[in-house]
């Protein structure tokens, strides 16, 4: 269960049971604060409107909001009055989805009542957004001491400027990696980058895992772990492609982290060609102590011929399908790691791709091939995502990762289930 702050006392407080609701309440542990709400179930469509400004409110910095305790107005004092838990975690996540814009997604956790008559308490979790300000009816709110409040226009242009400052160092960061490509000189093939970096965690965060004596066992399971997935296999229609993140078999220790990788980049990251079928097919996943994640995929385009066609003069056809799979996988291994490490802040991720000029989506076996081709050499695009997204809602990540280069490559209705989180 997530923690929630209480007061610089209790900051990390995990209620399980009614009886641990009751003793906050006893001991006076309950105050509606900057990261706190109590209330009751929402009941009307202007009930849905005040939740969805409250969840809105608490996304600028993060919170939780608890739905079964009320304030008795004449003592001041909280109370627990549980509620009908039947459909309620799906009404708070439907008004966090459809109502705040951006929408927002949110945790939510259900205590049941010891009456067990199907009443209880459903805490809410609120990641502190990395799009915040979220707008309702067309104003953005915030959250003060105790309350929310309609936000001024300075407060939103500093939210927005802070968000861009991010996006930009992001994107610095995946620049670096295109700009270190091992195979720039390498082959004509396009290839795909991605960078993942905790916006809050410790510069040693994942040192658990990359200082131990089995971390090439240990993030070799978690990528299996990321491949079995049955929902995402699901959402991906079982696509396969090659290669992909379990041809990164070969444990390498790199600068302040570790990586694997195909076996023709070698420990230096300098390229080696062994003289084999698909050496130029090479994928790397690297994991440094701070937590930053990065993978390196030099096949997201291949040339195809028939026999009466000489290689060299082959068409080279973009594998949008390769881009899709990919980030939907490594979304999932940044959520694993996440877990294992203890990590529960935002990420900043961004998506790049080189040598695109000129080149069209590989369209399979279709007697009607695209003819939508990439107008520039390189695609990048940034974006943030909280814990809750990477758990509820992959798909609309990779939709921010993504939608632009899809939609230029006139493909992105082709992946709809990939795309959204439906199901």
């Known amino acids: 269960m997530t923690s929630i702050y209480l007061s610089s006392d209790n900051p990390r407080w995990i209620p399980k049971t009614e009886a641990d609701l009751q003793a906050a309440v006893d001991g006076g542990l309950f105050e509606e604060s900057h990261h706190l709400d109590l209330k009751k179930a929402p009941n009307s469509k202007g009930d849905n409107k005040e939740l969805a400004r409250d969840l809105a409110s608490f996304a600028v910095d993060g919170g939780t909001l608890i739905i079964g305790v009320q304030e008795n107005k004449e003592s001041r004092t909280f109370e627990l009055a549980p509620q009908p838990l039947n459909g309620l975690p799906e009404k708070v996540e439907s008004v966090a989805r459809t109502i705040p814009d951006p929408p927002l997604t949110v945790i939510t956790e259900e205590i049941s009542s010891a009456a067990d008559d199907g009443t209880g308490y459903l805490i809410v979790h609120i990641p502190a957004s990395p799009v915040a300000p979220h707008m309702v009816d067309n104003r953005y709110f915030g959250r003060g001491d105790k309350t929310k409040y309609q936000m001024g226009d300075a407060e939103v242009v500093a939210l927005h400027t802070r968000r861009r400052n991010t996006e930009a160092e992001t994107l610095a960061l995946l620049r670096k990696e295109m700009d270190e490509d091992p195979l720039r000189d390498v082959g004509a093939q396009s290839h795909l980058f991605l960078v993942a970096q905790p916006t809050a965690g410790q510069r040693d965060m994942c040192l658990p895992i990359t200082s131990a004596q089995d971390w090439n066992l240990r993030l070799h399971t978690l990528i299996t772990r990321v491949q079995e997935n049955q929902k995402l296999r699901t959402a991906l229609s079982d696509q396969g492609f090659s290669p992909d993140l379990s041809h990164a078999h070969q444990g390498r220790r790199r600068a302040r982290g570790v990586a694997l990788s195909s076996s023709s980049l070698k420990s230096d990251r300098t390229y080696a060609a062994e ?149």
């Open 275 to 423: 003289g084999n079928w698909g050496d130029e097919h090479v994928i790397e996943v690297q994991l440094f102590e701070d937590g930053g994640l990065r993978l390196f995929m030099t096949r997201l385009s291949d040339s195809l011929h028939d026999r009466y066609t000489p290689e060299e003069d082959a068409e080279q056809v973009l594998f949008d399908a390769g881009a899709v799979i990919l980030t939907r996988h490594i979304l999932e291994l940044i959520r694993l790691v996440s877990e294992d490490v203890g990590y529960h802040g935002n990420w900043a991720v961004a998506v790049g791709a080189s040598r695109l000029r000129g080149r069209r989506r590989y369209a399979g076996q279709s007697h009607f091939p695209s003819n939508h081709r990439y107008s520039a050499d390189t695609y990048e695009e940034s974006t943030g995502a909280t814990l809750a997204e990477l758990r509820e809602a992959p798909g609309t990540v990779t939709r921010r990762l993504l939608g632009p280069l899809l939609r230029s490559l006139d493909s992105e209705a082709l992946f709809a289930k990939a795309l959204t989180d439906e199901g």
